[in-house]
Structure formats: structure tokens, C-alpha cells
């Protein structure tokens, strides 16, 4: 069921680039380059702690999460307290133009591969449980380019989590939530979006 929805989506909206967004890509891109290696650990260490207080977050059992790059807070902390807690993680691969996620196993980050975007994924030889497929999902920690705080979300470019995050609220009764975690600089007071865009239910950062 979910994946009609995901090519209903695919098929009803070709995505045509947006100079407004990929202007503010750039924009966006240019600011967090300006913050120095201690700036962002700071960040990450206050989004950190608000997130594992969130009430969204502290009754979540099966969670998605992205591995970070380094113009990204830092996500790593938030695995490592997921299994702490007894809970199941989840992390994206990318393959074929789809996104799954994929549950993280202890050792899982010293082994899994860069993709040319330098974003770590299961190999294909790594054989995991896929969330949608073994219980579903009770929040999505989405990553992202720019926010508002009302929850308008500015992604990578790929529609890849618009269209994860449309196929699961088409049933809102199983509807995860989604919280987007970002530096200062990534929360804008408005943003361009387009009828296929998700809005994400909060924005964690560090003021």
C-alpha cells in the first residue's frame, strides 16, 4: 500500500528545479560553511539534549534518523541513545531512485560505505530489517536544508523524503512523526514550497 502511494506521487509530480530554492540551497550552504568545528559540536550538543527530551522523541520506539555529514548536526549521539534505551534505529539507503530505511546494528557505522555524496549507507551485502516491511515507524528525524519554524521543510533536492513522508500520512492513524534537527542558520523566517513538499511537525535547534 505504501509504495501505490509512492508512485502515485512519482508519477503525478515530476519535480522541475526551483531557482528560488536552489538559491537558498546556496545561501543556506554558505552560512554553515562558516561555522567553525567547535560552533557546530556546540549546536549539536544543545539540539542533542532538547531532542532526547522531546516528547515525540522519549515515546518513540522504532525510530529513522540520517547519518550525518559535517554540515550537519551531528546524529551520531542520538544512535548511540536509541540503543541505550532498547530502541530500534533506522537509517536511510538509497537505491534505484527509492529510499528505504534500514535498522542499524552494533558495529553497523565502522563498516557501512560512502555513497558519492559522501553519505554513509548500508551496502547491499549488509542484509537488514526495512521498517515499513517489520513494524513501521513512530517518528522520522528528517534531515534538511532550511526550516521554518511552522514546519515548512527545504530538502537536498531529491524528493526522497517527500515522498517517504506522503506514502505514511496517507494512513494518519499509523502517520509517524517527523522532527527535522538543524543549526541556527538553517531556520528561516519563510521559505518557497510547492503542493508535494512536507511540512515536518517541529524543528529542533539550538536557540
Known amino acids: 500500500m505504501f509504495w501505490k502511494h509512492v508512485l502515485k506521487y512519482s508519477k503525478m509530480s515530476k519535480i522541475t528545479p526551483d531557482p528560488a530554492k536552489a538559491a537558498l540551497r546556496d545561501e543556506i ?10 560552533e557546530k559540536k556546540r549546536q549539536s550538543e544543545i539540539v542533542y539534549k532538547k531532542l532526547i527530551n522531546h516528547p515525540f522523541y522519549k515515546s518513540a520506539n522504532r525510530i529513522s534518523l ?4 559535517d554540515q550537519e548536526i551531528n ?4 544512535i548511540d541513545n536509541i540503543r541505550s534505551r532498547g530502541a530500534a534505529a533506522f537509517v536511510p539507503q538509497y ?3 527509492r529510499m528505504r530505511m534500514l535498522r542499524m546494528e552494533l558495529g553497523d557505522e565502522e563498516v557501512m560505505p560512502q555513497t558519492r555524496h559522501g553519505i554513509q549507507q548500508h551496502s547491499k551485502e549488509q542484509v537488514r530489517d526495512d521498517a515499513l516491511e ?8 528528517a534531515p534538511g536544508v532550511a526550516f521554518t519554524r511552522s514546519g ?3 530538502g537536498h533536492g531529491g524528493g526522497y523524503y517527500d515522498k517517504f513522508i506522503t506514502g505514511l500520512r496517507a494512513d494518519p492513524a499509523t502517520a509517524p512523526k517527523v ?16 503542493d508535494h513538499d512536507q511540512k515536518v511537525d517541529d524543528v529542533v535547534f539550538a536557540d
Open 75 to 78: 546524529t551520531a549521539p542520538i
Open 29 to 38: 550552504a554558505a552560512k554553515i560553511a562558516t561555522l567553525t568545528t567547535e
Open 66 to 69: 540520517f547519518m550525518s555529514t
Open 179 to 194: 522532527v527535522a534537527v538543524a543549526f541556527d542558520c538553517q531556520v528561516v523566517p519563510e521559505l518557497p514550497v510547492a
Open 152 to 154: 515548512d521543510r527545504l
Open 95 to 97: 537505491a534505484g531512485g
Open 134 to 141: 517489520s513494524g513501521g515507524l513512530d517518528l522520522i528525524i
